[in-house]
Structure formats: C-alpha cells, structure tokens
C-alpha cells in the first residue's frame, strides 16, 4: 500500500512539472490593461461630472452661496410730437419671498400675516413660501408705499423682503386710448403700441447676485455681483395731445346728440402721411381698463379706423372723380331720372326722382349716383381697378398701427357691370377708414399717395434714434393738374352742395358726404343702421389737413352725412386751424347763431332763417337743443340742426330703432305686406279689400320711419300705369 501511495504521488508531481509556465510580460499586460480600463472609466466618469453635469451642478452649488435678485428695467416712455408724456411709470413695491430661507416651523405663521396683510389667499401663499426648489418668488406686485412698510414692519425674518417696481401710468387718462393700449401686471404691452412694440419699450432686467450662507442669509462681508438693467427704448409718435383732445371731444359730442353706437375719427397732414389725432368713442381709461369683462374690453380697445372695414358710400366717389378725370373720360353733362340702366337691371340713385341734366361739378355736388356709375363704365373694369390699387385699396397702408385690415376688394376677373357701377359710388367694396383718408389725401394734396404713419422717432437709453419715419412719398398716383380740378369741384361741394355744413368761416373747404349701409350676419341690407360719414379737408387751395369721421347707427330722423357727420369734421378741421396759427381769409361772411331752444319748430325754423340761416328739424316739437351752440359764428346759409322730442311720450330707456321704408311699387298686397313687416312695419290699405299692384304709398321710398310706423299702400289693376 505504501509503495502505490508513493508511485501515485511521484505521478502527480511529474504531471504538474510537465505544465508550461505563463511567461511574465504576459502577465503584466493583463495586469496594465485592467489598470488603463479602470482610469478610462474613472476619466469618463470625471468627464460626465466636470464638462457635460458641470454647468448644472455648478448652478446648484451657486444657488446655495448666492441670493439673485431680479433688477427690472424702466419701461420706455411714450411722447406726443409736443414732447407731452402719454405713457410713463409710476414707482410701486413688490414683496418677494426666498423659501429656502423661511423655516418649516414659520411657514404657516407667515404665509397668515402676509395673506391677510396682501388680500391673498392663504393656502397660495403658504404653498409659495414653501417651493423650495425655488430660490425667489414674487409674491404681488405693484403694492404702493404704505403696504411695503407695513410688510416691512412685520419683520418676518430673511424669507420675506420688498423691492422696487414699477408700475405703467398713462398722465393723459382716456385720451389716445386705443392708440395706446396698456400692460398687464407684469408690465408686458397688452394692446396698442404697448404690445405691437413691447420689445422696444420692455428693456432688458438686470441682476443683484450676493453670497450668502448655508442658511440663505447675505453674509455681511460677501462679494455683491450688480448687473445693470437695459431700459426700454422711447418712442415719439406723430400725433398731437390738442388735436387729439378736439378729435375726441366732437366723436363723443357725435355719439351722444346722435344716439349712436358708436364714431371714430381720424386727421392726418396730407403733406406727408402723418397721423394727427385717431380715435373711437367711446373709449376707456388705461389706467384702469375694465379687465373683468373681455368682451367689453375688446370693444373699447379696439382701434376700428384701422381694423374695420365697411362700404364707404358716397366718400369713394373722390376716387372715381379722380380716375375719371385723370384718365380723361369725363362727360360735359350727365343725365340722372333717378335710375341708371345696366344690362338688365336699373340701379336707383339716392334720389328717386333723379336730378336731371348735371354738369360734373353739379353730378358731384348733388353726389348723384347716376353720374358715377356712367364714370365707373367709361374708365372700365381694368383701369378703374389700377386706380383703386394705385390709391391702395385692398393692401395694409403699413401705418404702424396694430390690427390693420386690409379691406375687400374683390377680384376683377369676378366683377360684372353691375357691380363696377356700384363701385362707382362706394357699394360692393369695403375699405377700412384709414386707407380712406389716405387715398382722398392723396387725391387732393398734387396726387402723392403717402404711407400714413404714426411712429415718428425710437430713441435708445442713450439718446441714440434708432428708428426715424421715412415721410418719402410711395408713388404719383394721379397728376398735380388732376388734383387741383378734384380739390375745386370738392370745394364746390361744400359750398353749394351736400357738404355745406362743413363751411367753416374765413377758410375754403372741401369734402364729401357719405351715407353707407350695413349689413346682417347674412349679408343682407340690415334695414335701418347706418354709417354715416364725411371726409373734409383744409384750407381747400393748399391742403394741409384731411380729417374723416365715421357715425355708426345714428339714431335721428336725419340720417345723412351731410347733417349727422359733416358738422363735427367742421368742428375739428376749424379748431386744428386756428391752434395751428392757418391765417383766414378775407371777406368771409358770417352770422352769430341765435338761440332757438325752447322754440317750436317753426319759430326756431324762423328765427334762423331772419339771419341767413337754415333749420334741420327732427319734428315740429320745441327745440331742446341744438348744434352749432347759441353764440358760435357759422358761415351764411349753414344748416343748424335742430334736436326735438315730444312731451307727452315718455322717454324710453331703450334706443329706438329706424328703417327705410321700401319701395313698394309693382307689389301685390302680400308682397307689400311681407316686405313691410320683415322691417317691422305695418301696411294699412285705403280699401278694406285691396287687389291689384301699389300704384303709391305714404310715407314714399327711403323715408326713414321708427319702427312700428304704418304705411299706407294704394293699389290699383295695372302695375305699368305710371
């Protein structure tokens, strides 16, 4: 047994010293390579930690040694071309909490006090105070001095503090409203020229950043890094604190003697596209805007000279007088029978009964649509459209202003006769009022068609303009020699036709009326709402000022441009010369208006017509008030308007509604029963068993009645009697 437990052992050792030895440098190798992989992995790791996690782990460890406080920039200031401050800022506190400095135990304690003290909701505040992964969180803004101490005097610890802000204030109050929009809390523009140039007048915020200690608290000999704020730029604009003030105080005055939903306006120096004054009434107050009721926020904000856009009616004749002239097409006369013929249709003049033979001064001063729908055909479909584009119609006039619509004109490839004669005379077009009174300046000041332009200068913090209106004219639209035959027959106008109320005493005027009708959410005539306009311009040899005012839905039985819109164009047009130092002209004659109110309408009618004045009634009831004012002086044979109302009905809350009453000529019965009572009039009959067509009706066509008016039909067995 010994001896095999011997041989067994000898074996195993010859076995193990036969096996091959591993040679050094192999494993050395191995051993290096292990070491390399393990510093390439330790190098990627520092790599991931230093370079790619770095900048956000250095973020976290500075937030933890250092308080940054946010320093707000000065919002740009807002000047009228006077220099006159519209928009500035008022200094106001905020109160900013930093919660990783308030204990957990104080939390509760003073997100009370502070809740109470700010008119807050306690649960908001108590979760603020407690974003910890939050380093500063503004808690309200824009609290005024008395609030800042009383918070201060809480002493809530290095949790709580206040800072500076401010706040947008507008000196001016409600003038130049939806010019100039407002902020929100945050002073971000919001509407106007605050939000359509909010980041020239925003600036740039700065930064306070301090050391602090590993409880959050400012060390006491830290370092204190300031960055400085970049304030906002100051804008300029064109218009005039004192115009701005007679625009708007005859829009109101427009609103008010007239019922009327509503009136916008505008003036401009025709010499170079500068915005004088714009407005709509009624306005608000930016300074305190009514912020709960969007809806009636947007109205009033809303700047509708250039973001609505309407039929202008008779104020687009200047553009087809123009063309017409220009290109050479006028007529020594025209003949109106108070219908026009095209194709198959026969279009009305406003007026029914027609005006007869007419010169084209006389065409104009009657503003007879027959004569404009003859002017319409002559130039053609191709070249009344050049000239509607040239003026331009249907693009942005680029005026600055925010909301610009660009108006409807439609395609002339889609345009029939019929609707190129009613263009003619303001219908089947939509402008938007601004490129109204851009194109009538262009037409009268020599034919220069400028970019109107309410942005005059954009001055930096430095003092540095960064911006300057180009005032350059875009394009010759008609010739020098064709503009001043346009300013002389719209002078005439005003002199002897429907503008006449725009006479203004010592200066030469010119203008148009217009009358436009509106329409429902169908697209239907809306019988009964109106806009009633005029476009004025002065002095009319050497125009300077255009000025056009808009009256919608008046509500008076006058519903004419000439008597609801033309007499607050004269206001303003009459005001903006005499503050501008324009020197009259000799040898106006003018009489002092009487005072007629408490009258009766015929002893008002006659004592204005003693001294060479004529009456515009509503009624035949006692005069309660009138316009022009007692003592103003006018211009001989103005028109003063007369306003009346009956004394055995009682006033009603409600404004009273109007239509024009139909032309029921050719219609049966039934057919003139429908047509009156979708206008919410009543027909009565002479006979009680009417039969036949209506041969005649009172009141006559276009009379303009309150609603529930009845109107008498009389009919007869031949439709073609007369």
């Known amino acids: 047994m010994a001896e095999k437990r011997a041989k067994r052992r000898r074996l195993t050792i010859a076995k193990t010293e036969s096996k091959p030895k591993r040679p050094l440098k192999a494993r050395l190798t191995v051993t290096l390579f292990g070491y390399g992989l393990a510093f390439l992995l330790l190098t990627g790791i520092l790599f991931v930690i230093q370079v790619i996690l770095g900048p956000s782990i250095q973020r976290k460890a500075i937030s933890q040694w250092t308080r940054t406080t946010t320093i707000a920039a000065s919002r740009g200031e807002i000047f009228d071309s006077e220099g006159k401050v519209l928009a500035t800022n008022g200094k106001v506190y905020k109160v900013l909490v930093w919660p990783k400095n308030i204990a957990e135990s104080d939390r509760a304690r003073i997100a009370s006090e502070l809740?109470?003290?700010?008119?807050?909701?306690?649960?908001?505040?108590?979760?603020?105070?407690?974003?910890?992964?939050?380093?500063?969180?503004?808690?309200?803004?824009?609290?005024?001095?008395?609030?800042?101490?009383?918070?201060?005097?809480?002493?809530?610890?290095?949790?709580?503090?206040?800072?500076?802000?401010?706040?947008?204030?507008?000196?001016?109050?409600?003038?130049?409203?939806?010019?100039?929009?407002?902020?929100?809390?945050?002073?971000?523009?919001?509407?106007?020229?605050?939000?359509?140039?909010?980041?020239?007048?925003?600036?740039?915020?700065?930064?306070?950043?301090?050391?602090?200690?590993?409880?959050?608290?400012?060390?006491?000999?830290?370092?204190?890094?300031?960055?400085?704020?970049?304030?906002?730029?100051?804008?300029?604009?064109?218009?005039?604190?004192?115009?701005?003030?007679?625009?708007?105080?005859?829009?109101?005055?427009?609103?008010?003697?007239?019922?009327?939903?509503?009136?916008?306006?505008?003036?401009?120096?025709?010499?170079?596209?500068?915005?004088?004054?714009?407005?709509?009434?009624?306005?608000?107050?930016?300074?305190?805007?009514?912020?709960?009721?969007?809806?009636?926020?947007?109205?009033?904000?809303?700047?509708?000279?250039?973001?609505?856009?309407?039929?202008?009616?008779?104020?687009?004749?200047?553009?087809?007088?123009?063309?017409?002239?220009?290109?050479?097409?006028?007529?020594?006369?025209?003949?109106?029978?108070?219908?026009?013929?095209?194709?198959?249709?026969?279009?009305?003049?406003?007026?029914?009964?027609?005006?007869?033979?007419?010169?084209?001064?006389?065409?104009?001063?009657?503003?007879?649509?027959?004569?404009?729908?003859?002017?319409?055909?002559?130039?053609?479909?191709?070249?009344?459209?050049?000239?509607?584009?040239?003026?331009?119609?249907?693009?942005?006039?680029?005026?600055?202003?925010?909301?610009?619509?660009?108006?409807?004109?439609?395609?002339?490839?889609?345009?029939?006769?019929?609707?190129?004669?009613?263009?003619?005379?303001?219908?089947?077009?939509?402008?938007?009022?601004?490129?109204?009174?851009?194109?009538?300046?262009?037409?009268?000041?020599?034919?220069?068609?400028?970019?109107?332009?309410?942005?005059?200068?954009?001055?930096?913090?430095?003092?540095?303009?960064?911006?300057?209106?180009?005032?350059?004219?875009?394009?010759?639209?008609?010739?020098?020699?064709t503009s001043a035959e346009v300013r002389r027959i719209l002078q005439s106008v005003v002199d002897n036709g429907t503008g006449r109320n725009a006479k203004i005493e010592g200066y030469a005027v010119g203008g148009k009326t217009g009358t436009a009708q509106k329409y429902d959410e169908y697209g239907r005539i809306d019988g009964g709402r109106y806009i009633c306009s005029f476009v004025g311009f002065a002095p009319a040899d050497d125009p300077r000022y255009v000025c056009l005012i808009l009256v919608d839905e008046p509500q008076v039985d006058q519903i004419f441009g000439s008597t609801v819109a033309a007499p607050f164009v004269k206001s303003v047009l009459e005001d903006v010369l005499h503050y501008k130092g324009v020197a009259p002209a000799e040898g106006a004659k003018t009489v002092e208006v009487p005072d007629v109110t408490g009258l009766s309408a015929e002893a008002a009618r006659a004592a204005l017509e003693e001294v060479g004045l004529t009456a515009v009634l509503q009624s035949n009831d006692e005069i309660v008030s009138q316009l022009p004012v007692p003592g103003e002086k006018v211009v001989e044979g103005y028109q003063v308007l007369l306003y009346t109302h009956k004394e055995d009905e009682p006033e009603d809350d409600e404004p009273k509604q109007y239509v024009k009453v139909p032309d029921l000529s050719g219609m049966t019965p039934l057919e003139a029963h429908d047509a009156l009572n979708v206008l919410g009039l009543e027909l009565v009959f002479e006979d009680d068993d009417p039969s036949g067509f209506c041969y005649s009706q009172s009141p006559s066509e276009d009379t303009v009645v309150e609603v529930g008016r009845k109107v008498k039909a009389f009919f007869r067995f031949s439709p073609a009697a007369d």
């Not at 804008?235 to 708007?248: A, H, K, N």
């Not at 687009?316 to 050479?328: E, V, W």
């Not at 007879?368 to 000239?387: H, I, P, R, T, V």
Request: aromatic share 8%.
């Open 115 to 481: 809740s109470r003290l700010l008119g807050l909701d306690y649960e908001t505040v108590l979760k603020r105070c407690s974003f910890t992964k939050y380093q500063e969180i503004v808690l309200k803004r824009q609290i005024d001095s008395s609030t800042r101490d009383a918070v201060e005097a809480l002493k809530l610890g290095s949790g709580v503090g206040t800072a500076a802000d401010s706040k947008r204030y507008y000196p001016m109050g409600s003038l130049f409203s939806q010019v100039l929009g407002f902020t929100n809390v945050d002073n971000v523009g919001q509407a106007g020229l605050e939000l359509s140039y909010n980041e020239y007048l925003a600036g740039v915020d700065g930064k306070q950043i301090s050391e602090t200690d590993n409880s959050g608290n400012q060390l006491a000999f830290g370092t204190t890094e300031y960055i400085e704020p970049i304030n906002g730029d100051k804008i300029v604009i064109t218009c005039d604190s004192v115009v701005e003030s007679y625009l708007e105080k005859a829009l109101a005055e427009a609103v008010e003697v007239n019922s009327a939903k509503s009136a916008q306006g505008i003036i401009m120096d025709c010499r170079t596209g500068a915005i004088l004054g714009i407005a709509s009434s009624p306005g608000y107050d930016p300074n305190d805007p009514p912020r709960s009721d969007m809806e009636l926020l947007n109205s009033l904000s809303r700047n509708r000279i250039v973001a609505d856009v309407y039929e202008p009616g008779s104020t687009f004749k200047i553009i087809t007088l123009s063309a017409a002239i220009d290109s050479g097409v006028t007529e020594g006369s025209y003949y109106c029978g108070g219908s026009y013929k095209v194709g198959s249709e026969s279009i009305h003049c406003w007026r029914r009964a027609g005006h007869g033979s007419q010169t084209l001064t006389e065409a104009a001063e009657n503003s007879c649509n027959c004569a404009f729908m003859q002017m319409a055909l002559s130039l053609g479909k191709e070249k009344l459209y050049d000239y509607i584009y040239a003026f331009g119609f249907g693009a942005s006039t680029g005026s600055g202003l925010i909301g610009e619509a660009s108006g409807i004109v439609t395609h002339e490839k889609y345009v029939s006769d019929n609707d190129l004669a009613r263009i003619g005379f303001g219908q089947s077009i939509a402008v938007t009022p601004i490129q109204l009174c851009t194109a009538v300046s262009a037409a009268v000041n020599g034919g220069r068609l400028y970019r109107p332009y309410i942005i005059e200068s954009i001055i930096d913090d430095s003092g540095e303009a960064v911006y300057r209106a180009d005032t350059a004219p875009i394009r010759q639209v008609i010739s020098a020699e």
